[in-house]
Structures are given as C-alpha cells and as structure tokens.
C-alpha cells in the first residue's frame, strides 16, 4: 500500500473524497493569497469576494481532475486567475488607448519603488482604473506575456501594452506622491 | 528584462495582504454541503442499479422464455407419440405440423406424462443464443427509464400559481448535465470506459434523477400553497414544464 509521507498530498486527497475538514484547511491555507489576486483584479473587495467563492466551488468540485496533488496551490491560483479573466471580461468593456506611451529608459528602472511596503503597492494596484489594473495583474504579477494577455480578454496585444505602460505610470506617479507626503 | 515586473513576481508572496472576510468559509461549505446531500450515497444507487439491470434482463429474456417453453411442450408430445427423443433443431423446423388441436384432445394427460422426458440443456439452448448486453449500456438503459419516467411526471404535472418559466433555474441545471454528460462520453470514446468515468456517468445520472425529484416537489409545494389560497389558482389555465 502507498503511504502517503506528503502532509499537502494527504490533505488534498482527503479533500478530494469530500472531507470538509481537508476542504477547510485548504481554505485556510490558500485563501488569503488568492483573495488577493481577487481583489488586485476586481478592484474591490465585494466582487472579490464572489469570484474567489465560485473559484473554491469549482476547485473543490473538481478535484477530481488534479493530477499532481503537490500542485494544489497553482492549480488553484490558475483556476482563481481564470474566474478573475471571466469576470473582467463579463464586466468591462475595452477601449484602444489613442495616446502614445513613449518608453523612457526609467521607464524600465526601478528604484523608485525600493522602500515601499507591499501593502501600499497592494494598495495602489487596486485603486489603478479599470482594465489597466487587470493587464498589470495579469503580466506583472501573474507573469501572462501580452500575447496570452490579449487572447484571454479578448483584446489586442497593443491594447495590452499601453494598458501596462499607463499602469506602470500612474503606479510611479501615485506611490511617489505617497512617499513624498509621508 | 522589465525590472519593476522582475522585483514584484519575486515578492508576489508579500503581496498577499488582504484579510479574507470570516464569513467566506461558512458559505463555500453551506453550498459544498448542498450540493452533497442532493448526491445520494454511492451504495443505495449500486443497489438500485443492480436490481434494474436483474429486472430488465429478466424482462428481456421472459418473452423468449414462454416461446421456449411451447417449443418444449411440442417435444413432449412428439415425445410421448413417438416415444423417441428428438432434437431440439428437429421439432423447430416443423412444429405446426405436429401440433394440431384435433389430435391432441386431452392436454391434461400429456402434461402429466412429462416428467417422465429427460429435456436436456433446455436452459443451456436459450442462453448460449443470446449474449448479454453490455454493462454499460444496461446502466444508462435503466437510469434513462428511471429519468424519462421522472420528466414525463412532471411534464404532466400541472402548474398553478406560477408561470413555468419560474423554474427555469432547474432547467438551466439539467441543461448542464446534460452538457456534462456529452462530455464524459466524447472523452470516453477516445479513453474508454474506466470505473472512474462509470462512476462519474452514474454520479451525473444521480444528480439528475435528485433535480428532477426536487422540481417535482417544489412544483407540488406551489401548487399545494395555491390550492390553499384558492384567489391565486389560475384553474383555467395551468401552464406545463416543457423538459
């Protein structure tokens, strides 16, 4: 008989078998991360909040479908990331930027962004508009390319670049600001 | 490379910041539990699966069984007129020849000496002709009785007091369902049956059966809600679920 020595592996298989205690540490452990991709994602905590209950839904009910259970993590993050794209697709709609974005070498640099706590960075990837924070997500911390950008939200890749760069400027503007101010 | 992307997907980890709301966890489970208590245990469905297919393969056979049967008592009256034993290919081939009413007045009689014939592999000749269906396919036979038994009781259940469009939730559901079980068998062509993939066929097959019973009695509550409030019975014109 197989033992299983990996506690992650035994929790997901018991979870697998319907085990609401597994489920619940599961929960325990992943939750926090993943509500706050939600949140970076959706902008708000409310909406967040039914995206992250259906991506637990989905995952629980298909557990089934894993099959490396020392995966669990970004297994779940990939289906979390999926309901975020569905839920901007379903709720946003795009416009080209007609401004240029020219890139300037600080552009690239970032040094301005030593120091700063995460949470306010956190902060302020939520407040950035609407689809230039879901590009920044997506690209920044998600690592999609703009390719896998623009096929998953239905958009062009050149949309996706000047929604990053605009991310990428009103970042820099808005946490420069904070720091200067304290 | 971008160097803001670099430093932030490093310390991805340290930007998980927010609180997740309590309430979150007791809700995911509520609709977990929900969804499980519709799913009857596993056991209770094999049961009434094996007693289905025991019941239908009986019925498949019965018919053929009786003709078996007159095919025998031909024999026995050859039989006991000629005292040979004959095989049973022989008395097939021409059976209205010898049973004719007029030369067999008293059946009591031939029935009586019978036991004293020896047919050998009656049973063995029935069998060996007819292989039996595949598990597989019996499964989904009964399950889809049982099913089509459940949606034509409520195709004929009269509905008053709401429109049939109120339940179109639960049709919504079916419609997944289905899907799902396209799916499952698009995937079993290319893998095969798998006891996993029977397991999931019959898991969906459950569900099902759990909907339908559910619409039926939400559809009895209503009705019984309206029938106790007479001024809401639209008794001219009940609307029926198309299913």
């Given at each position: 008989?197989e033992?299983?020595t990996?506690?992650?592996v035994?929790v997901?298989?018991?979870a697998g078998?319907?085990?609401?205690k597994?489920?619940?540490a599961l929960?325990?452990q992943?939750?926090k991360?993943m509500?706050?991709?939600?949140?970076?994602m959706?902008g708000n905590?409310?909406?967040?909040?039914?995206?992250?209950q259906?991506a637990?839904?989905k995952?629980f009910?298909?557990?089934h479908?894993?099959k490396d259970?020392?995966?669990?993590g970004g297994?779940?993050?990939?289906?979390?990331?999926?309901?975020?794209i569905g839920?901007?697709?379903?709720n946003?709609?795009?416009?080209?930027?007609?401004?240029?974005?020219?890139?300037?070498?600080?552009?690239?640099?970032?040094?301005?962004l030593?120091g700063?706590?995460?949470?306010?960075?956190?902060?302020e990837i939520k407040?950035?508009?609407?689809?230039?924070?879901?590009v920044?997500?997506?690209y920044?911390t998600e690592?999609?390319?703009h390719?896998?950008?623009?096929?998953a939200?239905?958009?062009t890749e050149?949309t996706s670049?000047?929604q990053?760069?605009?991310a990428?400027?009103l970042l820099?503007q808005?946490?420069?600001?904070?720091?200067?101010?304290? | 490379?971008?160097?803001l992307?670099?430093y932030?997907r490093e310390?991805?980890e340290?930007?998980?910041?927010?609180?997740?709301?309590?309430?979150?966890?007791?809700?995911?489970?509520?609709?977990?539990q929900q969804?499980?208590s519709?799913?009857?245990?596993m056991?209770?469905?094999?049961?009434a699966a094996?007693?289905?297919v025991?019941?239908?393969?009986?019925i498949?056979?019965?018919?053929?069984d009786?003709k078996?049967n007159?095919v025998?008592?031909?024999?026995?009256t050859?039989?006991i007129?000629?005292?040979?034993?004959?095989?049973?290919?022989t008395?097939k081939?021409?059976?209205?020849?010898?049973?004719?009413p007029?030369e067999n007045?008293i059946?009591?009689?031939?029935?009586t000496?019978?036991?004293k014939?020896?047919l050998?592999?009656?049973?063995?000749?029935?069998t060996?002709?007819?292989t039996?269906p595949?598990?597989?396919?019996?499964?989904q036979?009964?399950?889809?009785i049982?099913?089509?038994?459940q949606e034509e009781k409520?195709?004929?259940?009269?509905?008053?007091a709401?429109?049939?469009?109120y339940?179109h939730f639960?049709?919504?559901?079916?419609d997944?369902m289905?899907?799902d079980?396209k799916?499952?068998?698009e995937?079993?062509?290319?893998?095969?049956?798998?006891?996993?993939?029977i397991?999931r066929?019959i898991?969906i097959?459950?569900?099902?059966?759990?909907?339908?019973k559910?619409?039926q009695?939400e559809?009895?509550?209503?009705?019984?809600?309206?029938k106790?409030?007479?001024?809401t019975?639209?008794?001219?014109?009940?609307s029926?679920?198309?299913?």
């Amino acid at each position: 008989m197989e033992t299983v020595t990996n506690i992650l592996v035994a929790v997901v298989r018991k979870a697998g078998l319907g085990d609401a205690k597994a489920r619940e540490a599961l929960y325990h452990q992943y939750s926090k991360g993943m509500f706050s991709i939600c949140v970076r994602m959706t902008g708000n905590r409310a909406d967040a909040q039914d995206v992250l209950q259906e991506a637990f839904m989905k995952a629980f009910n298909n557990l089934h479908q894993l099959k490396d259970e020392n995966n669990f993590g970004g297994w779940l993050r990939r289906i979390v990331v999926n309901e975020c794209i569905g839920f901007t697709k379903k709720n946003k709609s795009w416009q080209e930027l007609q401004e240029h974005h020219e890139e300037k070498a600080d552009d690239y640099e970032f040094n301005w962004l030593e120091g700063i706590g995460f949470e306010r960075i956190h902060e302020e990837i939520k407040k950035l508009p609407a689809c230039c924070r879901e590009v920044f997500t997506l690209y920044v911390t998600e690592d999609y390319s703009h390719k896998q950008i623009a096929e998953a939200l239905g958009v062009t890749e050149s949309t996706s670049r000047s929604q990053y760069h605009r991310a990428r400027q009103l970042l820099k503007q808005r946490l420069l600001l904070l720091v200067k101010h304290g | 490379m971008d160097k803001l992307k670099q430093y932030l997907r490093e310390h991805r980890e340290n930007l998980a910041v927010e609180e997740v709301p309590d309430e979150l966890w007791p809700q995911i489970n509520n609709l977990l539990q929900q969804k499980k208590s519709m799913v009857i245990p596993m056991a209770k469905w094999a049961i009434a699966a094996s007693i289905l297919v025991l019941v239908s393969v009986g019925i498949f056979y019965l018919p053929k069984d009786e003709k078996k049967n007159d095919v025998a008592s031909v024999q026995s009256t050859i039989n006991i007129d000629s005292n040979k034993t004959l095989p049973v290919e022989t008395i097939k081939q021409n059976p209205v020849e010898i049973i004719k009413p007029n030369e067999n007045p008293i059946p009591q009689i031939v029935k009586t000496e019978t036991p004293k014939l020896t047919l050998p592999n009656k049973k063995k000749t029935i069998t060996s002709k007819n292989t039996p269906p595949n598990e597989v396919d019996l499964l989904q036979q009964n399950f889809s009785i049982m099913i089509r038994h459940q949606e034509e009781k409520i195709r004929n259940t009269p509905i008053y007091a709401e429109n049939a469009g109120y339940f179109h939730f639960f049709k919504k559901q079916l419609d997944e369902m289905g899907n799902d079980e396209k799916l499952l068998k698009e995937e079993v062509k290319k893998t095969g049956w798998t006891d996993f993939s029977i397991e999931r066929l019959i898991n969906i097959y459950q569900e099902k059966i759990s909907l339908l019973k559910q619409l039926q009695l939400e559809i009895n509550k209503m009705n019984n809600r309206a029938k106790q409030n007479n001024s809401t019975i639209q008794t001219q014109q009940p609307s029926f679920i198309n299913i």
